[in-house]
Antibody, heavy 116, light 106 residues
Framework: EVQLVESGGGLVKPGSSLKLSCVAS????????MHWIRQAPKKGLEWIAL????????YYADSVKGRFTISRDNSKNTLYLEMNSLRSEDTAMYYC?????????WGQGVMVTVSS | DTVLTQSPALAVSLGQRVTISCRAS??????MHWYQQKSGQQPKLLIY???NLESGVPSRFSGSGSGTDFTLTIDPVEADDIANYYC?????????FGSGTKLEIK
């Protein structure tokens, strides 16, 4: 059974940093691209980043480019999202999702709140 | 970016058929997928590549379309189908989602 478990969220002040993790199990993590997608409270879904299976390519939404960094450690079956210079508009539930060209499995999400 | 437009809400009676539409601002071929999100849960893939039913999803769900116009059909609607439904295109980056359609019961 595919499982994706996010962690690392919390309440932080504007301008601060946070690093999210997503531990994968139930599939060969090193064979799949992975995404981060977020959802602000009561809002829709926003894709924010993609990393290829071998970390050879990374892509970002304009809204986070230069502030967020996606990475992975295939030896630990773990995906990361390092978030710097956080803003109030980054407040959201953050999901990791497995990719086959389609985001077919999503984690349960981790909440990030940016507030003074 | 490819903008996806969905109706914000639909009300339907149990046992009836409902069609949820999604229009893309440019052709996405058949790289359109549908997700169901129940309150407090993560999105769940229902239909991929416009018309393919994801494993384990009831056959009451179906999808159609290509290019710019797509539909998700639920027939018949059950009480368990109360949720938000999102379309998503993967034809190009950035991946984009529709704003979601809230399915309500009359």
């Amino acid at each position: 059974e595919v499982q994706l478990v996010e962690s690392g969220g919390g309440l932080v002040k504007p301008g601060s940093s946070l690093k999210l993790s997503c531990v994968a199990s139930g599939f060969t993590f090193s064979s799949y691209g992975m995404h981060w997608i977020r959802q602000a409270p009561k809002k829709g879904l926003e894709w924010i980043a993609l990393i290829y299976y071998d970390s050879s390519n990374k892509y970002y939404a304009d809204s986070v480019k230069g502030r967020f960094t996606i990475s992975r450690d295939n030896s630990k079956n773990t995906l990361y999202l390092e978030m710097n210079s956080l803003r109030s508009e980054d407040t959201a539930m953050y999901y990791c999702a497995k990719s086959t060209g389609i985001t077919d499995y999503w984690g349960q999400g981790v909440m990030v709140t940016v507030s003074s | 970016d490819t903008v996806l437009t969905q109706s914000p809400a639909l009300a339907v009676s149990l046992g009836q058929r409902v069609t949820i539409s999604c229009r893309a601002s440019k052709s996405v071929s058949t790289y359109m997928h549908w997700y169901q999100q129940k309150s407090g849960q993560q999105p769940k893939l229902l239909i991929y590549s416009a018309s393919n039913l994801e494993s384990g999803v009831p056959s009451r769900f179906s999808g159609s379309g290509s290019g710019t116009d797509f539909t998700l059909t639920i027939d018949p609607v059950e009480a368990d189908d109360i949720a938000n439904y999102y379309c998503q295109q993967s034809n190009e980056l950035p991946l984009t989602f529709g704003s979601g359609t809230k399915l309500e019961i009359k």
